[in-house]
């Protein structure tokens, strides 16, 4: 799942050290951080306008940030200041909970620093620059009158023309596989000035001048974005020609980079030995549950001598257990009240039945990659629906619906409902909107995100659910075999500069995946950097934070108190809950990291 908004993190090492004798008091310290918060939150908005839109606050709908040099240079100052404001309150004469949210705004200042004066995306990732999600979600989303957003629309449409000019200031240089991207998304979204905003001016009761205007305003952008689009194809042959900047991030970045954004207790380093492990580990139970099925599924064959080919085989045999391709999302749809009827009848956590998730067809301006995605209310509106978007397979030939159903097989299938939904994405989210801290739910880390699905995935399983199936581990152990490669691949190709063939060799044959996948997943991880290793450091570090506190409350832990207090703290990173939820516990006496 990718994350409705993604927010941003950075890393604090040095804070909250030892010294775990003073005690944490609440008092007027903390009503002055509460005003603190508040206010930088509003402030922040202004210079993230965009980014607004998708957490859900609206009052900035009709601007549209240009990323040129004297907003960079705006926002530089505003971190400054941040930094210094926040750098004024003793955070040990704060509560805990704003002790853990005086770290998560440190460092959330700290990478968007490191961003401008570092990183610098805006020099080299050209496909940073598209205006479609944000005006795609003001003309789709019902938060106010559509005449009041259409204006709004009208108002934010005058700034595409200079935005795309800084654009290619910025763009110094760009990647290939990064431009390709740009072309491609930049294409995708002509649909808006040509079809979707005509049509929703005319449901709408405009005056008819107004109207004219706007469509014709509508026509002018839908040019302007084609001559941006000429501008990044001229400047592909050009960099095909004259090469590239690489999209491989280096080891000094990469590592950085992993440390403000997955915000881990472990380096990317040593997270990279952990998946190198697991997969050894995780070999080695494949190979033991597909000899014990063997016999059963092939009565006339021996196992074979490469030991990973049977597993392969096995995977591949019990794969053709599917649905047929027109009850795909009816069969979705069935399994959601199952789910919530085993973790009720086992008590594994709390189901919130009045935020009730709604399991639909994906709405046509969101697809494009088939699957399955959650789309979670932020906390401005956090009584919302949760839809689970399910993209039907009419779309696919016979042989893509049938290869799309051997990978989602009636097990996979499972596993994709328990991590999206229950009790993955959609109960983690309804949990952390119920968080009382603004700075818990809205600034998101996808390890603690991502890392809760694979956990939920687990925890399902080894609670039971599936009655203990062997084909049903198999297939999780393929699922798990997916986040733990993907953590290899991410380390591997931005630092070792491993081949594209070599990729796609492990991924097929250590990892069995479909070769469609495997090109698909290469892709993404040229275009990406630390988000892949995101999924498998969260599951590491969840699992073992609950073995932790197992081990601590002895016979008075239970499953079910564990997973409502972990989700409690909303969708700040595994490190910063483990510290405030060991406090809480009375486990440690101060917030220590
Ligand atoms: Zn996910």
């Not at 595409?160 to 654009?167: E, K, N, S």
């Not at 996948?517 to 290793?533: H, P």
Request: charged share 25%; glycine share 4%; aromatic share 12%.
């Amino acid at each position: 799942m990718q994350s409705v908004y993604q927010l941003l993190f950075v890393m604090c090492v040095f804070l909250f050290q030892g010294c775990a004798t003073q005690p944490i008091n609440g008092g007027s310290a903390d009503q002055r951080f509460n005003d603190f918060k508040a206010s930088l939150i509003v402030e922040y908005w202004e210079y993230f306008p965009g980014l607004a839109i998708t957490a859900g606050y609206y009052k900035h709908d009709d601007v549209l940030s240009v990323p040129n040099q004297t907003n960079r240079q705006k926002l530089d100052k505003f971190l400054t200041r941040s930094s210094r404001q926040l750098s004024e309150f003793s955070a040990r004469s704060l509560s805990a909970s704003n002790q853990t949210d005086y770290l998560v705004l440190q460092n959330h200042i700290k990478r968007l620093a490191w961003n401008l004066d570092t990183l610098k995306p805006f020099q080299w990732r050209a496909d940073n620059y598209n205006v479609a999600r944000e005006f795609n979600l003001i003309l789709n989303t019902d938060y106010k009158p559509l005449n009041d957003r259409l204006r709004a629309v009208r108002t934010r449409m005058r700034y595409i023309p200079d935005y795309y000019a800084a654009a290619r200031v910025n763009l110094t240089d760009p990647t290939l596989e990064h431009t390709l991207l740009a072309i491609e998304q930049n294409k995708g979204g002509l649909g808006i000035w040509t079809t979707l905003l005509p049509d929703k001016v005319q449901q709408s009761t405009l005056p008819e001048t107004e109207k004219q205007q706007i469509l014709q305003e509508s026509s002018f952008t839908a040019e302007v974005i084609e001559s941006h689009i000429n501008w990044l194809e001229h400047k592909l042959s050009a960099l095909e020609q004259q090469g590239a900047r690489s999209f491989r991030l280096g080891k000094e970045l990469f590592d950085q980079k992993f440390r403000l954004e997955i915000v881990s207790q472990f380096t990317a380093e040593e997270i990279y030995q952990k998946a190198l492990a697991a997969r050894e580990e995780i070999h080695d139970q494949m190979i033991m549950i597909s000899k014990s099925l063997w016999l059963h599924y092939f009565p006339n064959e021996i196992y074979p001598a490469d030991e990973l080919t049977g597993v392969k085989r096995m995977i591949s045999e019990i794969s053709q257990e599917h649905v047929a391709r027109e009850e795909f999302v009816e069969a979705i749809r069935r399994q959601i009240p199952e789910l919530e009827l085993f973790i009720v009848s086992n008590d594994l956590l709390e189901l919130d039945h009045t935020r009730p998730l709604v399991v639909r067809e994906t709405p046509a301006f969101q697809r494009g990659v088939a699957g399955a995605s959650v789309n979670s209310p932020g906390p401005y509106d956090a009584t919302a629906n949760t839809y689970y978007n399910v993209t039907p397979l009419d779309h696919f030939s016979p042989e893509q619906a049938e290869s799309y159903l051997h990978e989602y097989n009636s097990r996979m299938m499972q596993i994709l409902n328990i991590h999206e939904a229950i009790p993955g994405h959609y109960t983690q989210l309804m949990h952390a909107n119920k968080s009382p801290s603004l700075v818990k739910t809205l600034f998101q880390n996808s390890a603690m995100i991502e890392g809760w699905g694979l956990y939920a995935e687990r925890m399902m399983l080894e609670e039971g659910y599936g009655d203990h199936e062997p084909e049903l581990w198999l297939l999780y152990y393929k699922w798990l075999l997916r986040s733990v490669t993907n953590t290899i691949l991410d380390r591997e190709i931005h630092l070792h500069h491993l081949s594209r063939s070599d990729a796609l060799n492990m991924m097929i044959n250590q990892a069995f995946q479909e070769t469609t996948e495997a090109e698909e997943k290469w892709r993404r991880a040229t275009l990406s950097q630390v988000q892949l290793t995101s999924y498998f450091t969260g599951f590491t570090e969840i699992y073992s934070f609950r073995e932790e506190i197992r081990e601590a409350l002895g016979d008075d832990f239970t499953l079910r108190d564990f997973h409502n207090q972990f989700l409690s703290y909303g969708s700040i990173a595994v490190k910063y809950i483990k510290a405030i939820m060991r406090y809480d516990l009375g486990l440690s006496k101060s917030i220590e990291l």
